[in-house]
T-cell receptor, first 115, second 113 residues
Framework: AQSVTQLGSHVSVSEGALVLLRCNYS??????LFWYVQYPNQGLQLLLK??????LVKGINGFEAEFKKSETSFHLTKPSAHMSDAAEYFC?????????????FGTGTQLKVEL | DTAVSQTPKYLVTQMGNDKSIKCEQN?????MYWYKQDSKKFLKIMFS???????INETVPNRFSPKSPDKAHLNLHINSLELGDSAVYFC????????????FGPGTRLLVL
């Protein structure tokens, strides 16, 4: 079984400040991990993914995430927030090596960026 | 060009009606999915199809029936709609590999009155 926990359903930062969105996973086998972003009334767009290569993964729009096996975490960061980053962010875990392409999503974190 | 498209974008209907949502992808993928996003934005997989074969069926009521006429299309038919079916339904596609990214459509917002 696999699961994802996103700590903080709402995060608010000032423009230019560091963005940190937390994701912890649980998986019985080596996981692969994703961060998706959802803008209002739109579908999900991939930000980045971890598939057992480099533990520090760089994505689009200046986001990156670090896979830490010892902490079972995959937190998303961006050094400097921009107003356009305001959106809902989802962490997801999949099974590496089997499981039928099933992604399990976290409950999402709403990021608000203030002036 | 739209990679994953869904129709309709909005669907408002009465309880008890039957409705369908269509999904098409032009990415050449062989696997397609349906997800349900509830009012709290929780996303949960409903079905997945690989090469027109049902792979995942996540304890969804049998009022929901997916149909895949070919690899590029996956439709969702819902019978006897209930208030609790109100949600956003997302279609997604990927290649059959557990590491492959799933690409999502824009969603269909279903409201059952």
């Amino acid at each position: 079984a696999q699961s994802v926990t996103q700590l903080g359903s709402h995060v608010s930062v000032s423009e230019g400040a560091l963005v940190l969105l937390r994701c912890n996973y649980s998986s019985s086998v080596p996981p692969y991990l994703f961060w998706y972003v959802q803008y209002p009334n739109q579908g999900l767009q991939l930000l980045l993914k971890y598939t057992s290569a480099a533990t520090l993964v760089k994505g689009i729009n200046g986001f990156e995430a670090e896979f830490k096996k010892s902490e079972t975490s995959f937190h998303l960061t961006k050094p400097s927030a921009h107003m356009s980053d305001a959106a809902e962010y989802f962490c997801a875990v999949g099974l590496l090596g089997g499981g039928g392409n099933k992604l399990t999503f976290g409950t999402g974190t709403q990021l608000k960026v203030e002036l | 060009d739209t990679a994953v498209s869904q129709t309709p974008k909005y669907l408002v209907t009465q309880m008890g009606n039957d409705k369908s949502i269509k999904c098409e992808q032009n990415l050449g993928h062989d696997t397609m999915y349906w997800y349900k996003q509830d009012s709290k934005k929780f996303l949960k997989i409903m079905f997945s199809y690989n090469n027109k074969e049902l792979i995942i069926n996540e304890t969804v009521p049998n009022r929901f029936s997916p149909k895949s006429p070919d690899k590029a299309h996956l439709n969702l038919h819902i019978n006897s709609l209930e208030l609790g079916d109100s949600a956003v339904y997302f279609c997604a596609s990927s290649q059959w590999d557990t590491q492959e990214t799933q690409y999502f459509g824009p969603g269909t917002r279903l409201l059952v009155l």
